[in-house]
């Protein structure tokens, strides 16, 4: 099913229009692909709009990745009865009859970060992971003046979204830049597997420039070894939390490639709101893509809604 796309800035004052002042109760799920900090800040945004509308939030995620606990989590919900359901599918063939389970008992399901095109969910919410990889790509290609050898740390195997941006990555580097890939690792959403796959690349090929992780997972991991390492090469990583703009403060990240995660939980909440009531959405709610360098730190968080 192709998506069509529409910015977040032709659609916010639309999707806006949404709430009203006395509106009936109404109870939303919202799924994790699981438990991790990076997510707690689009949790807190989603509440914070949830109060204000009259929503009761059930939001729930696998300990670690797992397609099993998603699915039963999401047949929870659906035996709850909630108003809607906003889930970031750790796979999405497995979750799409889930997804279709829950659209045929009335309860309208959104995507966020990942998308299930396949399914009958409603909209996704998210950004171009194939132009996210590209993003990537150009911007380790200018940071590195468009040569040098890198590492790549992604997430799990099964995430069509992790497989596009890997795609962009290399698709840009191969046909517009001079540099190498030593090596590509998935870290199958597991900080520990994350932990030795990088340690392990950096002993194996201790003359690389620099490291691109696409995924939140090893975003983190890479942080805390450059930290421990005292590491001085480029770090180019995925997402934009508090924790990151830190990072970036600090010294221990180069730059950070966002998918402006910090209007996703308004999105979401505001999104469940219309599809509940039976209301039109665009399919593709494109949150955009943005570069943040250290010296953007400043102007990211004084914007940031």
């Known amino acids: ?16 229009s949404s ?32 109060e204000s509308r009259n929503v009761t939030l059930l939001v729930n995620a696998p300990d670690e990745a797992n397609t099993e606990q998603q699915i039963r989590i999401m047949e929870m919900m659906i035996k709850q009865k909630v108003d809607g359901i906003a889930i970031s599918p750790v796979d999405t063939q497995a979750l ?34 194939y132009a996210t990889g590209r993003q990537f790509a150009m911007t380790i290609s200018d940071l590195l003046d468009n040569k040098g050898m890198i590492i790549v740390e992604t997430g799990m195997q099964e995430m069509i979204g992790l497989h596009q941006r890997l ?13 190498e890939v030593l090596d590509v690792r998935y870290n199958q959403g597991s900080e520990d597997r994350a932990m030795s796959d990088i340690e392990s690349m950096i002993d194996e ?19 805390l070894i450059w930290k421990a390492k005292g590491l001085d090469r480029i770090s180019l990583s995925m997402g934009n939390n508090p924790s990151s703009i830190e990072t970036l403060q600090n010294g221990q990240l180069t730059a950070v490639i966002s ?7 308004r999105t979401i909440v505001e999104t469940l709101l219309r599809v509940s009531d039976h209301r039109q959405v665009p399919e593709f709610m494109d949150m955009g893509i943005r570069e943040i360098r250290q010296t953007d730190v400043q102007t990211v968080w004084a914007s940031a809604p």
Request: hydrophobic content about 40%; cysteine-free.
């Open 259 to 265: 998918q402006n995660e910090q209007e996703w939980g």
């Open 1 to 16: 099913m192709g998506i069509g796309k529409v910015s977040l800035a032709e659609t916010a004052a639309d999707v806006a």
């Open 167 to 179: 795609e962009g990555l290399l698709d840009y580097l191969n046909e517009e830049s001079s540099i």
């Open 205 to 223: 090929h201790p003359h690389f420039s620099a490291m691109v992780s696409l995924d939140i997972v090893s975003a983190a991991v890479s942080t």
């Open 96 to 129: 799409t009859p889930v997804i279709d389970k829950a659209q045929a008992a009335g309860i309208p399901v959104i995507t966020f970060e990942w998308d299930a095109p396949d399914s009958n969910r409603v909209a996704y919410v998210g950004a171009d992971n």
């Open 19 to 50: 709430s009203v002042a006395q509106a009936p109760p109404k109870k939303f799920g919202i799924i994790y692909p699981m438990t991790y900090a990076t997510y707690e800040s689009i949790t807190q945004d989603a509440k914070a709009t949830a």
